[in-house]
């Protein structure tokens, strides 16, 4: 099997009030194309630094990361920005939504820019798939928690990324809701291919992937 993502020796160092905090102390691993990861570890473990890194997002102090063989670090911010795009979904632990668009006008964002054509069904297909039928019109400050969960999720599949990083998809979720997301994260998984990694505190979550990788105090655990 192919590796899709790959890093080596990634650390990341926070400065706060002159203090260092080491978020991630030295991760290599390796996540084969088409896998379906759950990320776990307690809280403040570095769960959501690896994804931002891996991502993209944030940069590490020390290490590289390669997603689909490219050295991501290496590229400009405007190639970054562009790679991002076209290759990796992103879900924010915070939803970061539009606050002055509609959940449909949030999805569409991503499609709008690169694929105009069809992008309000297909967006509108996935909002209707995560049982958002009846908010498509909505701002984010007119939608529950758990809706905006969702609107962000769609927003980040609507593209088709090869990579999909999931910070907490479901934490504001309830039973059914984590189930429909996840069932439909598991399709794109086994129709598209698409790689996840997704970063949980939820058991049920992990038993819909392929793999658990563990973090504790910003090191894999075996
Ligand atoms: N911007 C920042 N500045 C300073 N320290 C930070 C920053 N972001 C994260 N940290 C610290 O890095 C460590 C890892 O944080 P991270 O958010 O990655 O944890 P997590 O595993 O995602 O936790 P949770 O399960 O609560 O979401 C924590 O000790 C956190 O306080
Ligand atoms: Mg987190």
Redesign the pocket.
Known sequence: MSSIIKTENLRKK?L?EGIY?E?LKGITLNIHKGEMVALM??????????LHILGGIDIPTEGKVFIMEQDIFSLSEKKLARFRNVNIGFVF?FHYLLPEFTALENVMIPIQIYNKKGAREKAENILIRLGLKDRLNHKPSQMSGGEQQRVAIARAVVNNPSVLLAD?PTGNLDTANTQTVMELLKELNRKNNVTMVI?T?DREVAEYCDRIIF?RD?VLQA
Not at 41 to 50: A, V
Request: aromatic share 4%.
């Open positions: 926070y706060l905090i978020a570890g307690p809280s403040g473990s570095g769960k959501s630094t690896l632990q907490e970063a505190h973090l910003g």
